[in-house]
């Protein structure tokens, strides 16, 4: 990454800070949508999940839902009560001290940066494949994907307001593309209009079937949580961004939804048919729209790229946050001109083109995507895990008279216990080469991460107040 902004001289008395009230209320809902990205998720994802829950699959889709609201239960509380730029870093390590945060703040930085090569490697695949198809021009995907991670690295440089505006220009196009393919297929296959794709009976080999969808139906909404660590630039952040995560997670669900349906209708309820389509959604669309087949590659090219531009706002925000607050390296947390973390986004975008690079020479764009999205996400899961362990302790040692029963103790144990499943799902012994190696690495990597974390707080005794200190309204 060339982009070298000159580097704002901070005052002495403070650590460093980002640009106040640049987002509000709409923005921010608006952005939370386009982090989800749901062209992209569904696109590559909703295959595999008829394939393990049959033509009924939605129903693992909305259980999956139902899921990540009980998980974004616990952001949202921990939003409420002290909205920090540090997110789940900041709030576990607020809850259980600074060792437990300096080893979420390494987890998080090893699982964002692995897994947002898998849309940076699906962004340059898809649009080398958009420009094979139809223009005939062949771009080789890795430079496709330089370009653009080039670009995206320059407008979340450029300003929290404008990379927001791009996101949300974007994915307004995209769901636009998403409903008229969606409504095509519908009206030309209306001869097959039926609810049996939301049929309990109709799931495939029944509970197992839900079980076996239950880890990819999850994935696709892994962009929800994105916006809470603009809270620090959000208006009113305490109120703003619950309702954006919130808000988005439910939207999301229903576009899935209304996506799983109208697929399943295109393919007339054959799901041999269906699981046999290279990708069900642009398949069935390109076959009702025609000449007009484009528009549905387009929606898988918007929602890739807002889903760069979100990821990156949100997790390099993390990474910066924790290295404000002592966790990662000191220089992680400068801040430019424009009131950006212009060093945490260069190290987040950048790690993470030269692994996708390295991994793309060993496989196809989408196979190194796959890869990477894996391995990135066990890490990533495990904190979701823990964060909804540290809600109950948090609030009743710090807060405990605004403790609810339900809010506090009931939905995030119910989050834990249903986090489990896709957990497992990544990690479960008997996978393929090199999916079983994945635990392992992960294994090892947070074993030298827990003595990186000892050390630093045997080196920095005051470590742990400094976690989660800093509040997006001081």
């Known amino acids: 990454m060339a982009i070298e902004p000159r580097t704002e001289l901070l005052p002495s008395t403070g650590p460093p800070r980002l640009k106040r009230g640049e987002l509000g209320t709409a923005d921010i809902i608006s952005a939370a949508l386009a982090n989800t990205a749901p062209a992209m998720s569904f696109f590559f994802s909703f295959g595999a999940i008829a ?32 909205p920090s730029t540090g997110s789940y870093i900041s709030y576990i390590g607020r809850t259980f001290g600074g060792i437990a945060g300096t080893l979420t703040a390494l987890a998080l930085s090893f699982g964002y940066i692995v897994a947002v090569g898998f849309v940076m490697a699906v962004l340059g695949g898809w649009t080398s494949t958009i420009l094979q198809t139809f223009l005939s021009i062949h771009v080789p995907w890795q430079v496709i994907t330089v370009v653009l991670v080039f670009l995206v690295g320059y407008l979340v440089i450029h300003g929290v307001r404008i990379s ?53 139906a999850v994935f696709m909404f892994m962009g929800v949580g ?23 997670t439910v939207s999301v669900a229903l576009i ?61 925000r993390m990474i910066f ?23 945490a986004i260069l190290f987040f975008l950048g790690v993470s083109l030269v692994i996708t690079l390295i991994w793309g020479t060993q496989a196809t764009p989408m196979t190194a995507a796959a890869l990477m999205a894996t391995l990135g996400t066990i890490p990533v899961a495990l904190v979701y895990l823990v964060l909804n362990i540290a809600l109950p302790v948090y ?27 896709p957990l497992w799902g990544l990690i479960q012994p008997g996978q393929p080469a090199p999916f079983n190696l994945f635990p392992y690495i992960i ?7 827990s003595i990186y974390a000892v050390f630093l707080n045997r080196a920095n005794p005051d470590l742990s107040d400094k976690v989660g200190s800093i509040i997006a309204e001081d």
């Open 164 to 216: 927001t505006k791009w996101a949300v220009v974007t994915f307004a196009f995209e769901l636009i593309l998403i409903l008229v393919s969606a409504i095509a297929m519908l009206v030309v296959h209306r001869g097959s209009l039926d609810l049996q794709a939301f049929n309990p009976l109709a799931v495939k080999n029944g509970l197992r079937g839900i079980g076996l969808a239950f880890p990819l």
């Open 226 to 248: 994105n916006p809470a660590p603009m809270v620090e630039e959000t208006r009113n952040p305490r109120r703003s961004v619950p309702i954006a995560i919130f808000t988005s």
């Open 256 to 316: 899935y939804l209304f996506m799983a349906w109208s697929t399943t209708v295109a393919y007339d309820g054959n799901l041999t048919q269906l699981t046999g389509a290279s990708v069900p959604f642009v398949d069935a669309g390109v076959k009702v729209l025609g000449s007009a087949g484009i528009l549905v590659y387009l929606a898988g090219f918007t929602s890739t790229f807002a889903s760069l531009i979100g990821a990156t706002n949100g997790q390099a």
């Open 395 to 421: 609030y009743l040692r710090e807060r405990r008279s605004m403790f609810s029963l339900w809010r506090h103790l009931v939905f995030p144990s119910l989050g834990t216990l249903a986090m489990l499943l």
């Open 443 to 449: 294994l090892g990597y947070l074993v030298l991460a």
């Open 321 to 343: 946050s924790a290295a404000r607050e002592g966790l990662l390296p000191g220089f992680l947390a400068r801040v430019g001109r424009q009131k950006t973390p212009w060093s």
């Open 51 to 82: 394939l393990a829950a049959g033509i009924a699959s939605p129903i693992a889709i909305a259980v999956a839902g139902i899921v990540v609201l009980l998980k974004i239960n616990s952001l949202m509380e921990f939003t409420k009560a002290m």
